[in-house]
């Protein structure tokens, strides 16, 4: 994106720079989200910020570079740096163009991989950048322009935040059940059982080794096909129940005590 703005800076408004970007989705196939908050994924220590409906009932998680998360949190809590970073450098030369971010747009997602559209408008011309979605949400903080995810990625890859708060108030995790999609992002062969999206710190669930990204196949004698089956054998448990995790490739064994 640097480079490419950076060229801008040379040309003269009325010339039109091409910049490769993925299809943008039609404006009827995209809804409107927001920065809910940033997390840290305590199996791979890694940010991740969660996307969020208008009414915030579900929430697409993206994992970021801590660099990015570090930028997203100062536009959130208003912190101005000493020295301009990489992000305030491009808010500046956009400025300095005459220009402005109009919109970002989360498109697709490819090998558990997602892909953004950053849209810059100056006067009547329009720009799409190919962006990451990290880049693309601070630029978007910055310029307070609005954040826009397909609408089918939503609905495939959000997870529901009213769901988990059961788990999270019994036993300190978020969980949520498999799509193919994520299955496929996580090599897990099927798509029956429950993913742990979070681990609440210092909960009984991270004490048991249960982590971010744990996907719970049977508890006790009883296969987990969803999330449901997770919760329900949580709360009728009388003691120490044995859990078959998959984690990272390999299936292991845990003992859970809710």
């Given at each position: 994106?640097?480079?490419?703005?950076?060229?801008?800076?040379?040309?003269?408004?009325?010339?039109?720079?091409?910049?490769?970007?993925?299809?943008?989705?039609?404006?009827?196939?995209?809804?409107?989200?927001?920065?809910?908050?940033?997390?840290?994924?305590?199996?791979?220590?890694?940010?991740?910020?969660?996307?969020?409906?208008?009414?915030?009932?579900?929430?697409?998680?993206?994992?970021?570079?801590?660099?990015?998360?570090?930028?997203?949190?100062?536009?959130?809590?208003?912190?101005?740096?000493?020295?301009?970073?990489?992000?305030?450098?491009?808010?500046?030369?956009?400025?300095?163009?005459?220009?402005?971010?109009?919109?970002?747009?989360?498109?697709?997602?490819?090998?558990?991989?997602?892909?953004?559209?950053?849209?810059?408008?100056?006067?009547?011309?329009?720009?799409?950048?190919?962006?990451?979605?990290?880049?693309?949400?601070?630029?978007?903080?910055?310029?307070?322009?609005?954040?826009?995810?397909?609408?089918?990625?939503?609905?495939?890859?959000?997870?529901?935040?009213?769901?988990?708060?059961?788990?999270?108030?019994?036993?300190?995790?978020?969980?949520?059940?498999?799509?193919?999609?994520?299955?496929?992002?996580?090599?897990?062969?099927?798509?029956?059982?429950?993913?742990?999206?979070?681990?609440?710190?210092?909960?009984?669930?991270?004490?048991?080794?249960?982590?971010?990204?744990?996907?719970?196949?049977?508890?006790?004698?009883?296969?987990?096909?969803?999330?449901?089956?997770?919760?329900?054998?949580?709360?009728?448990?009388?003691?120490?129940?044995?859990?078959k995790i998959f984690r990272q490739g390999k299936f292991l064994s845990l003992t859970l005590n809710p």
């Amino acid at each position: 994106i640097l480079i490419a703005i950076m060229s801008l800076f040379f040309l003269r408004g009325e010339l039109v720079f091409g910049a490769t970007s993925p299809a943008v989705p039609p404006e009827g196939e995209v809804q409107e989200v927001k920065v809910f908050q940033l997390i840290v994924d305590p199996a791979s220590q890694q940010p991740v910020v969660l996307l969020t409906d208008q009414n915030q009932e579900r929430a697409l998680l993206i994992w970021i570079g801590p660099f990015e998360a570090n930028a997203i949190q100062s536009e959130l809590q208003g912190i101005k740096h000493h020295r301009p970073l990489t992000h305030d450098l491009l808010e500046k030369l956009i400025h300095k163009i005459g220009g402005r971010v109009q919109r970002i747009i989360i498109t697709h997602s490819k090998d558990g991989i997602y892909f953004a559209t950053l849209i810059m408008k100056k006067n009547n011309v329009t720009w799409e950048f190919d962006a990451r979605p990290s880049d693309s949400i601070v630029l978007a903080l910055k310029f307070k322009a609005p954040i826009f995810v397909s609408r089918k990625l939503f609905q495939e890859m959000a997870i529901s935040l009213k769901e988990t708060k059961g788990a999270e108030e019994i036993y300190g995790l978020s969980i949520q059940d498999l799509t193919p999609e994520l299955a496929q992002s996580f090599s897990f062969p099927s798509t029956k059982g429950s993913l742990v999206a979070e681990v609440q710190p210092g909960s009984k669930a991270e004490k048991d080794g249960i982590k971010g990204g744990d996907i719970i196949v049977e508890v006790g004698p009883e296969a987990i096909p969803d999330s449901a089956s997770f919760k329900n054998a949580l709360a009728k448990s009388k003691g120490p129940l044995k859990a078959k995790i998959f984690r990272q490739g390999k299936f292991l064994s845990l003992t859970l005590n809710p």
